[in-house]
């Protein structure tokens, strides 16, 4: 998949959108969205996916109703997909389809990702047994919205959480500075800013003795958005914002299982992948 703007740009830039004016997407836009889903086949540990666009227009008079989740207006054209059930199924979803909503703001769309919603919303989507199906992103054009902003006030939406709360250096005691992490700093930065549930950042990361390995670990923030594999989505959003920061700075790698032998502070500590940088 190929960015016109750079990614660190992107991810800069893309805001939860919760207001959209129920316009259909231009067709050459949606021939590139499409074409890009066609080419989303593969999860992090080459899972089998498949990833659609759905453009659901309500009737005249009509309220789309697709999620419980409120303060959501005018939504109508989604990117929805599923990725065969394993270990870290999850994770490859969130991978997976934040690099299509990264592809959706590259392209002049706003996003928004939405883990509470009704499945049968989208009977062409329905997951089979050995399948995931756990969230989906609205592309679309957004429309101004007091109640959109309201909800980003609420859920202090542009808020991060610093460096020295996320990323430590080979073990769990020693923050890790961006000065000390070198070209990966600007990957690194790009988790601290990636989207999550409720904003909770419910990944940790511990930077390997060799410098360019990066171990990711879950630390369990809600309970609700736990039993929903919510935060294991967001875990894979964020190894989507470190590659492809790490690929924009010429950083090559691949994502592995080998969990490190860490003393953990905290016992629900959740290893999840590790980065090895060539």
Not at 12 to 35: F, I, K, W
Not at 119 to 135: K, L, M, R, S, T
Not at 165 to 179: E, G, I, M, V
Not at 236 to 265: K, M, N, T, Y
């Amino acid at each position: 998949m190929n960015f016109r703007f750079p990614v660190s740009d992107l991810a800069r830039q893309r805001v939860s959108t919760r207001a959209y004016d129920g316009r259909p997407l231009e067709p050459e836009v949606q021939a590139e969205l499409t074409r890009a889903c066609a080419e989303t086949t593969k999860g992090l540990l080459g899972e089998r996916a498949a990833f659609s666009l759905v453009d659901k227009p309500a009737a005249q008079g009509q309220r789309l109703k697709f999620t419980d989740y409120g303060f959501i207006t005018g939504p109508r054209t989604f990117l929805t997909g599923v990725v065969i059930r394993s270990a870290r199924a999850y994770e490859s979803y969130g991978y997976l389809l934040e690099r299509l909503a990264l592809k959706a703001t590259d392209l002049g769309l706003q996003t928004c990702w939405v883990g509470y919603f009704h499945p049968e919303y989208f009977p062409q989507n329905q997951p089979g047994p050995d399948e995931v199906f756990p969230a989906v992103v609205i592309v679309g054009h957004g429309a101004d919205s007091w109640k959109g902003r309201l909800v980003r006030t609420f859920v202090r939406a542009t808020h991060r959480q610093e460096w020295d709360s996320l990323f430590f250096r080979s073990d769990f005691r020693s923050p890790l500075s961006p000065a000390e992490c070198g070209p990966y700093a600007q990957a690194l930065e790009l988790v601290r800013l990636a989207p999550s549930a409720g904003n909770t950042q419910p990944w940790r990361v511990v930077q390997g003795a060799g410098k360019e390995t990066f171990h990711f670990y879950l630390k369990p923030v809600k309970r609700s958005y736990q039993s929903r594999h919510l935060h294991e989505v967001d875990i894979g959003i964020a190894l989507c914002h470190f590659e492809l920061g790490a690929r924009e700075r010429g950083l090559s790698g691949r994502w592995v299982v080998g969990e490190p032998s860490l003393s953990r502070p905290e016992p629900d500590l959740d290893y999840r992948l590790t980065w090895a940088g060539d």
